[in-house]
């Protein structure tokens, strides 16, 4: 292979940097189409500003297409540790080209990133060089050990419950029991797997944590500056080497538990934001390519995203980008799925229109990640695909028609029912089950909450005409009176049974169990402190509520009949007090009867009063009917272990206002 000094010719394949063992020297391979010179940088473990090594790469024998690469033998490398680039074209932002050869630049494809002491924001954003105040890569290990067998990924189906988590807010209270140097890490969400076990949940939602500007006031992670990074300073040694162990290691332990890993990515904006943003890496390295412009204006990024810069997903380049990123999380980290913030941004062509028929990148990501698990949040700021609409046809979906429905329903508004009824059923009308469709039920990921918005506790805390939320009578967490205390503990017993007992995946929020408060923030994406943190003490507190999750998603589980990927069918109907479901603007009931025979399942009769005044509602005389939860009664009777349930020797059932009534078949003591 032809020699420039210190390196050789290398290879456009793969992009990033890597150790070639048979060739004894690291291969770095950049994309960048309109650059007109590259230099490589190598630096050591102390000085951040002067390189140890500056090996340009020279054209034509370190230039494939629009991919610069070089070969930089094992002896010129030694001493270094981190890496970086520069790189060299055109500034002319009226066509959308942003070089500077002054700055330090970070490879899109590193695996892991290193922040110098000095690291500055305001020196990326500054002119002139911003060197030793720049992130750097880190070069890889030259031989790895033989990886060891990991254990076997869990795969759950109508058993899958999801716990959207924030890994530092999830540990970082001192009274999560968590060893101190653990605490806000990786490693504290392993120190709560029996926690995690004993709740029942079967996957966790990270939010994101892939590697994202520290000190931003970005808590939950929704600025992303490396794809291919765990985020160091969620580590307890805080180093990218160390997340990276860390990080499988905790993916390891929680398959180990029988739970699923699912990711929160942000594959629609970067950290480096739109105009006066910082030049981290993608802007310097090629503007063009990565990030979407303005047609009219290319000097201006287009904002779908809100963040001031959409990347280009509709750019074969920032495609390969993504779909190496997830493939890598996927298989060398071990990761079971991923849930893509503003995925309706994947849907964008070159001139900004929508192709809500096969964007190329919803089918590379559909075709190359099969075997995972895949989840969009369906819209973005100028564009809604719930449902159908979405161009990704496998894909599950977060519900926000599921989340409104039952926040409406639930605090009181009429003309609710038919759509209860829907959503219950699995939302059809979104997720058509018709021989052409043939929709999954298992696609619509119900929730009541999730991080963006008021958690469970405070939509019973808190009025709030936006978040369809009602306080009870009483404003606030502070000096609420008995009565509105007992009205809250059951309105979130009624939120957590129509969750559970609905068609469709389950979703809720780490603390909702314990009803942990946010003191009504419905924005917290910048609170880092016991505003997110979860408060563990409520645990002991509300111990009656984690009580009743608990024994809820034990229940779902135990029955494949309600959460099956298909719909009910013959073997559901619906039902109101007396006869018929009332469907009219003033009803505020519903009853529905599932039947278990068909699966071997028993069967089960819930009626739902979300009226202010108690109603009366007929009973099946098919079956002997057991009590098994009714939410209007005190903790233990609110819930009993099947075992334990009510034997009713009667007619009809009298449910108290606001609540929700279980019932199984089968003879037992008479209540």
Not at 106 to 123: C, I, K, N, Q, T
């Amino acid at each position: 292979m032809t020699s420039n000094g210190g390196s050789l010719e290398g290879k456009p394949w793969p992009l990033g940097c890597s150790w070639n063992e048979l060739q004894q020297g690291y291969n770095f391979a950049l994309y960048s189409r309109d650059a007109t010179s590259v230099t490589l940088l190598l630096f050591g473990e102390r000085d951040f500003v002067t390189p140890l090594r500056v090996l340009p790469f020279a054209f034509p024998l370190n230039k494939t297409g629009r991919v610069w690469h070089q070969q930089v033998r094992a002896a010129t490398v030694n001493g270094a540790k981190y890496y970086a680039y520069q790189v060299d074209g055109p500034y002319q932002p009226n066509l959308g080209q942003r070089f500077d050869r002054d700055k330090i630049l970070l490879d899109p494809y590193a695996r892991g990133v290193f922040f110098p002491p000095a690291f500055s924001r305001e020196a990326a954003i500054a002119p002139g060089s911003n060197a030793g105040r720049a992130p750097l890569g880190v070069l890889p290990e030259r031989l790895l050990a033989p990886a060891s067998a990991r254990p076997q990924a869990p795969r759950h189906g109508h058993d899958l419950i999801i716990y959207e988590m924030h890994v530092r807010g999830f540990t970082r209270r001192a009274n999560s029991d968590v060893a101190e140097n653990d605490r806000g890490t990786y490693a504290g969400v392993v120190a709560k797997i029996p926690y995690l076990k004993s709740l029942g949940v079967t996957a966790v939602e990270l939010l994101p944590v892939q590697q994202f500007e520290p000190g931003l006031g970005n808590y939950w992670g929704y600025m992303t500056l490396n794809f291919f990074s765990p985020h160091a300073q969620y580590s307890v040694d805080g180093t990218p080497q160390g997340a990276l162990l860390e990080f499988r290691w905790m993916v390891d332990e929680l398959h180990k538990a029988g739970i699923e890993v699912l990711l929160d990515v942000v594959y629609n904006h970067t950290s480096e934001m739109g105009n006066g943003g910082p030049t981290y890496s993608f802007r310097g390295i090629d503007n063009l390519t990565y990030y979407a412009l303005s047609p009219t204006d290319p000097s201006d990024y287009v904002n779908f995203s809100g963040c001031g810069n959409d990347l280009r997903t509709a750019h074969p380049a920032v495609r390969l980008l993504v779909v190496d990123s997830l493939r890598y999380w996927a298989t060398s980290i071990g990761v079971d799925g991923f849930r893509f913030d503003l995925a309706s941004i994947f849907a964008r062509n070159e001139d900004g229109t929508l192709n809500c028929d096969d964007p190329p990148i919803i089918s590379e990501i559909s075709s190359d990640l099969a075997d995972v698990r895949l989840i969009a949040e369906p819209w973005d700021t100028g564009t809604y695909m719930m449902g159908h609409a979405f161009p990704g046809k496998s894909w599950c979906q977060w519900n926000d028609h599921f989340r409104d429905t039952m926040r409406s329903f639930v605090k009181g508004d009429g003309g609710l029912v038919a759509d209860l009824m829907t959503r219950l059923y699995g939302s059809t009308d979104l997720f058509p089950d018709t021989v052409i469709d043939a929709d999954r039920r298992s696609q619509s990921i119900n929730f009541i909450d999730c991080h963006d918005g008021l958690n469970l506790c405070d939509l019973v805390s808190y009025t709030n005409d936006t978040q369809h939320s009602w306080n009870g009578g009483y404003e606030g967490g502070q000096g609420v009176p008995a009565n509105v205390a007992a009205l809250r503990k059951r309105q979130v017993r009624n939120f957590c049974s129509l969750l559970m007992l609905a068609n469709g995946v389950p979703m809720f929020v780490a603390g909702d169990e314990f009803m942990h408060t946010q003191r009504g923030n419905a924005n917290a994406y910048d609170q880092d402190n016991e505003t997110t943190w979860l408060d563990w003490d409520l645990a002991a507190t509300n111990a009656d509520i984690l009580r009743f999750f608990k024994m809820m998603i034990a229940f779902r589980k135990a029955h494949p009949i309600i959460g099956r990927s298909t719909g009910w069918g013959r073997d559901c109907s619906w039902h109101g007090t007396r006869g018929d479901p009332d469907l009219s603007n003033a009803s505020h009931a519903i009853a529905l009867h599932l039947r278990g025979a068909a699966s071997g399942d028993i069967d089960i009769y819930v009626m739902i009063n979300a009226y202010w005044e108690s109603l009366s509602f007929d009973l099946p005389g098919s079956s002997r009917w057991r009590r098994l939860v009714d939410t209007s009664l005190a903790s233990p009777m609110d819930i009993v272990a099947e075992t334990d349930a009510v034997s009713l020797d009667r007619a009809a059932y009298e449910l108290g206002p606001r609540s929700t009534v279980v019932l199984i078949s089968g003879a037992g003591a008479v209540a």
